[in-house]
């Protein structure tokens, strides 16, 4: 099956052929694009040689479209995007934004399905009765 991506913001669509776009920065650095594999659970990316991410480091992501920051409300750590399958249901995924760190969450309704080799990590402050 086929998934869209989507800024939970504008709605936008990230996905384009088989890489996720996003806007990238950190606090000492002005930023630049990555490309993601839509595969959940796979931590694979590209982006220009002319920059890199120290394990370890926060990174701050942003719609490419708007430039809405997509951090979730979740946890700060955690970032944010829509997931759209071909019969239009939604859903949440999460994804930490600490170089390095391989935690995935996707959320439809009160269930969780986690991705990653450190899926603990947030897990407790993934309150599923809240919604965002
Ligand atoms: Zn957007």
């Known amino acids: 099956m086929d998934y869209d991506f989507l800024c939970p913001k504008c709605k936008g669509h990230l996905r384009v052929g088989n890489k996720i776009i996003f806007t990238t920065k950190t606090k000492k650095w002005k930023g630049g694009l990555i490309l993601m594999h839509p595969e959940l659970g796979n931590y694979k990316f590209e982006h220009h040689p002319s920059f890199s991410f120290e394990e370890g480091q926060q990174i701050d992501f942003y719609c490419p479209i708007c430039m809405d920051k997509l951090t979730s409300k979740r946890h700060d750590n955690l970032a944010k995007v829509i997931m759209r399958d071909e019969n239009r249901v939604e859903c949440e995924i999460l994804f930490s ?8 969450y996707k959320i439809i309704g009160e269930t969780m399905e986690v991705f990653g080799e450190q899926s603990s990590t947030y897990i407790d402050y993934i309150n599923l009765s809240q919604m965002f």
């Open 97 to 104: 934004r600490i170089a390095g760190e391989k935690s995935t």
